[in-house]
């Protein structure tokens, strides 16, 4: 019977799928992506202080995966309004930072469970801001933006949802016959499609699928923490990654979203590598820098928060235990005085940019 998108797809069909997910295509798209993930890990060892990538990299995974979604915002509002100030912040911005919240909850909730349908329902409700959960009533439907057709209907059902997804939870986990000798960056890729297909939540679905993504590589060991600015591929290639998902629907289309998906690590994992090692640069000629031109202030922690708070405030000195707040907007102004921060005004607050590493950051 032919695929209806305005009917609840509730005969999509469970994993594994029903087709040789390790193709010689894509194992070999597979070999490059394991190595390009591999470099990644080694890279991010190499900055001892993790704060400086942890509050970095995901914030631009954040901003490109929420600019899937048509949520605009920039780099300088979401390190502007980062963790003090988000009130603020306009309505894109909030939404944006409460991706970057939902990645670093799930990283943690890692430590003591595995990924699972309680940890999607925690992210996703993490990303909204309120108290979602498995969609209980009927209604949903994914349109097209333009023409506002219905192009896909997801299943109904509460039962039927959580019937499924502890289905995908198996699958991830390789505890389903046969997926267990499947390369962890398949099942992703797979897994990936099968959690958009179900579709659990009535909204913020593709964010939390891709919060998972990030945390299936470090659960499964391939990364130590979250950096892979994976969102960054998906955003320049919005129309194939749509265009993916929905031929697997139609027409059971899987080697091209596979080699799609290990086209995005590869091409990524490469990219934010690069940028991780430009950053390990970065912070040892700042260090050398501020050791040079301000001794007297210089430590290495007050050299790292900088990176870790690139709109560094006095409260973020004081809260770091480096300083009180007298002698921490003396250590400010000092590094602004040598050229390393620049010194901008907010309201009545005064906050401390470290410009070549924001430059850095934006720089493509």
């Keep these: 019977m032919a ?29 490059s992506a394991r190595a390009a993930v591999g470099e990644l890990k080694a890279a991010g060892q190499l900055i001892p202080n993790q704060g400086v990538l942890i509050n ?10 929420s600019e899937i979604e048509n949520i605009v915002t920039t780099t300088d509002q979401m390190f502007l309004f980062d963790g003090v100030s988000e009130g603020e912040a306009d309505p894109a911005t909030k939404e944006a930072l409460r991706y970057r919240t939902a990645l670093w909850e799930g990283y943690q909730a890692l430590k003591t469970r595995p990924l699972s349908t309680n940890t999607a329902v925690q992210i996703c409700r993490a990303i909204k ?34 019937e499924k997804l502890a289905n995908w939870e198996q699958w991830m986990h390789g505890t389903l016959p046969g997926s267990a000798d499947i390369d962890p960056l398949v099942r992703m ?17 593709g964010r939390t699928g ?3 993504n990030l945390l299936y590589l470090v659960e499964q060991g391939l990364l130590d923490i979250p950096v892979l600015y994976l969102s960054r591929h998906i955003l320049r290639h919005k129309a194939d990654y749509s265009s993916g998902l929905q031929s697997i629907t139609e027409t ?18 490469r990219w934010t ?6 950053v390990r640069g970065l912070l040892e000629e700042t260090t050398e820098r501020m050791r040079r031109d301000a001794g007297k202030i210089y430590s290495r922690e007050l050299a790292e928060l900088v990176f870790v708070r ?55």
Excluded at 56 to 65: G, N, T, V, Y
């Design 189 to 205: 890729a797979a897994g990936h499609y099968q959690f958009e297909a179900i579709h659990p939540f009535t909204d913020g679905n």
């Design 252 to 269: 059971g289309a899987w080697e091209p979203w596979l080699l799609y998906m290990l086209t995005g690590v590869t091409e990524t994992a």
């Design 3 to 31: 695929f209806d998108p305005s009917k609840p797809y509730n005969d999509l069909p469970a994993l594994p799928p029903m087709v040789d997910v390790e193709s010689r295509a894509v194992l070999k798209a597979c070999i």
């Design 129 to 162: 801001g309120v108290d979602m959960d498995i969609r209980k009533t009927p209604g949903t439907t994914l349109s097209n933006d333009r023409t506002r057709q219905v192009i896909y209907t997801p299943p109904e059902g509460e039962g039927l949802l959580r």
């Design 210 to 212: 891709r919060v998972l």
């Design 310 to 364: 690139p709109y560094c405030r006095i409260a973020h000195v004081v809260e770091a235990g480096l300083a009180k707040r007298q002698t921490a907007s003396t250590y400010l102004k000092e590094l602004a005085a040598i050229g390393i921060l620049r010194e901008h005004k907010v309201g009545r607050e005064k906050i401390f940019l470290n410009p070549a590493f924001i430059e850095l950051l934006k720089r493509d």
């Design 273 to 278: 590598m690069h940028k991780i090692v430009a």
């Design 56 to 65: 970095s990299i995901p914030l631009l995974e954040a901003q490109a995966s």
